[in-house]
């Protein structure tokens, strides 16, 4: 019960929001006991967890993705239907950075002619639509760091401004290849399907490829075998040599 409760509260949170853990630990319902709650709820997913900045002897939880979707039947608080992609890019850091395919509209730092073609729609709208959606790795998106580390993760204010928009100071964003891999791992969380991407619509050289043959071999690390044949077919069905 004290789990399901636990979910209650961080569900009815800001999304996003850190909840220190001293705020809902239960008096009666601590120490190892505790510990085995918080472990299972991890193991499945469903939060995610940090040492407490002001106590380093406590710690923060809030919920994954994967939690807030399957919490969301029981959320009493009012949210909007696109509460979870409601960010704006100020709100980027190197920790949560832009990722998934709004990062793959950011034209390509250095031109080399990967990622999608619908910048103008993605960051300033259009055809009714507001700019967006925005996603935030370990806000409203899977967090990947404990796969792939910091690799793609760049600061790229300067690209977007030289392309013409307008996006604050500064703006953490996954290149396209950690996007791609971030995405990827992003549809298997939601115990979904890849099938849809494809590869050639914004990797079409060779080299590109390569390069993100480099982030899939280590994702496969973290899948379970199910995932890892879907995510073989698809890369056979795109190509990749991986």
Known sequence: MWEFNTLLKLANAKVGQWVALREIRDDHYSGSRLSRSLKKLTDQNWITSKLDPDDKRDKQIRLTVKGRKRLKPFVTTEFS????????????????????????????????????????????GGFGRSPGPFFFSGVNYADTKHILGTNGIH?????????????????????HYRAMADMIYQRFCEKGTIDSYQVDDWFPEKNHKEKLCAYLVKLKNSLNSKQNASLNHWMEKNGLEC
């Open 81 to 124: 239907p696109n509460e979870m992609a409601a960010c704006d890019l100020s709100q980027s850091s190197f920790e949560h950075y832009l990722t998934g395919l709004a990062a793959l509209n950011i034209p390509s730092a250095d031109a080399e002619g990967t990622g999608d073609w619908h910048a103008i729609e993605t960051f300033e």
């Open 155 to 175: 600061e790229l204010s300067g690209v977007l401004k030289k392309a013409g928009f307008n996006c604050p100071d500064q703006l953490w964003a996954a290149d």
